[in-house]
Nanobody, 125 residues
Framework: QVQVVESGGGLVQPGGSLRLSCAAS????????MDWYRQAPGKQREYVAT???????NYADSVKGRFTISRGNAKNTVYLQMDSLKPEDTAVYSC???????????????????WGQGTQVTVSS
C-alpha cells in the first residue's frame, strides 16, 4: 500500500506566501514524478507543476514565476513554494505521485499513480 499526504495549506492574504508539502510512503520501489494539481469550487481540476527524479520541472502558465516545485532530501517528498499569491489561486491542492510499487522480495512491481486527500489554500483579504 502507498499513502500520499499533503500539508501546509491555510488562509493567506493576496501577495503572501505558503509552502505545501507532500510525502509518499509505503511499498514504493521507485518514484518517477510528483505533481501538484488544484481544484477551485465549481471548476475542473487543473495542473499546477511537476518534478521528476532527474529534477526536471514544469509549470502551468498561470503559476510560472510565482510557484516553485522542489524535492526534499528524502526523495519521496515534494514541496510547492507559492509566492505572490492571488485570490484566483484559491483551491484544494492535491499531490499526485507516479511510481513503481515494491513487490514481495523487494522487486519492482507495477507502475501506478496515487493521489493525496488535498489541502485547502485560501487567498483572501
Amino acid at each position: 500500500q502507498v499513502q500520499v499526504v499533503e500539508s501546509g495549506g491555510g488562509l493567506v492574504q493576496p501577495g503572501g506566501s505558503l509552502r505545501l508539502s507532500c510525502a509518499a510512503s509505503g511499498s514504493i520501489f521507485e518514484i518517477y514524478a510528483m505533481d501538484w494539481y488544484r481544484q477551485a469550487p465549481g471548476k475542473q481540476r487543473e495542473y499546477v507543476a511537476t518534478i521528476t527524479t532527474t529534477d526536471y520541472t514544469n509549470y502551468a502558465d498561470s503559476v510560472k514565476g510565482r510557484f516553485t516545485i522542489s524535492r526534499g532530501n528524502a526523495k519521496n517528498t515534494v514541496y510547492l513554494q507559492m509566492d505572490s499569491l492571488k485570490p484566483e489561486d484559491t483551491a484544494v491542492y492535491s499531490c499526485h505521485v507516479d511510481l513503481a510499487t515494491m513487490r514481495y522480495g523487494g522487486r519492482r512491481g507495477e507502475r501506478e499513480d496515487y493521489w493525496g486527500q488535498g489541502t485547502q489554500v485560501t487567498v483572501s483579504s
